[in-house]
DNA sequence: GCGACAG
DNA sequence: ATCTTGTCGC
């Protein structure tokens, strides 16, 4: 679903902490949240679990919204970024889309386990990688990093708006009675309505909506495996990387 | 200085 | 994220 020609590589990914900064300031004036046109049919979720100094990402495609899994895939990648609230788009940002470029089926957009704009300098994982590749994204986090909200009714399907100061930045949800929220927020090449609608659409009973919750699972599964071979465990081929 | 802090 | 046992509830 990624073609190496497409890959915008707007910039490097080696880079220090400020550097980071630097990178998310400019690429900041890039964000599109105008509607995504056109009919949703695959959706595409990625999770990343670890071993160690190994990432582990893996890519579920599903079709949308009757959510049946189209394709899996998962790499395995070496991880020197270390995390920093703010900056975990340069730790995980490589290996995810290293993953997507071994992905075949073309997805209408990324659902990511993370921040979209919801974000202090509006750059969470769903936006930065949807302006990199140039492809709609949602962030879905378990948690919060920035922003207010209030009165968030107890029932499944209820929302409140998420607020950093007066700007918008995207919703505390309600998946599941009684439940702790997620927090939706358009990560790129799409508006908060089709966000959170999407979102809510993902929903099968669980907190996580089911393709990040699969997603999670199937990462978690593939990690084993890089248990079980140790230090024999190799890096995937990185078909983007340079500099 | 104090509190917050995606995965 | 990861380290970890049992336990309460649908």
């Known amino acids: ?66 959510l049946n899994l189209i394709e899996k895939v998962s790499t395995v990648s070496s991880v020197d970024f270390p995390y920093i609230p703010g900056l975990l788009t340069f730790r995980e940002g490589p290996c995810i889309i290293d993953a997507l470029c071994r992905v075949k089926e073309k997805a209408d957009l990324l659902l990511f386990d993370g921040q979209g704009i919801a974000h202090p300098r509006r ?28 009165n968030l009714a107890d029932e499944a399907g209820s929302f409140a708006p998420l607020y950093d100061g007066n700007e918008l930045v995207g919703f505390a949800v309600r998946t599941k009675k009684d439940t702790r929220p997620v927090f939706v927020s358009p990560g790129n090449l799409i508006d908060f309505d089709q966000a959170l609608k999407i979102v809510l659409t993902c929903c099968r009973g669980h907190r996580i909506p089911e393709p990040l919750r699969l997603a999670h699972i199937f990462a978690n599964s593939e990690k084993q495996r890089v248990r079980e071979n140790g230090k024999n465990q190799k890096d995937c081929f990185s078909l983007f990387r340079w500099t």
């Open 1 to 66: 679903m990624i073609e190496q020609r497409n890959i915008s590589r707007l910039h490097s990914w080696q880079v220090d902490a400020s550097g980071a900064i630097l990178i998310q300031l400019k690429l900041r004036k890039k964000i599109q949240l105008k509607r995504k046109e056109g009919k949703i049919e695959k959706i595409a979720a990625i999770d990343v679990a670890y071993e160690k100094e190994k990432a582990v990402a893996g890519v579920l495609v599903f079709s949308y919204p009757q």
């Open 123 to 150: 750059m969470g994982i769903a936006t930065h990688l949807g302006i990199y590749l140039n492809i709609s994204s949602i962030g879905c986090a378990k948690s919060k990093l920035t922003g207010d909200y209030n």
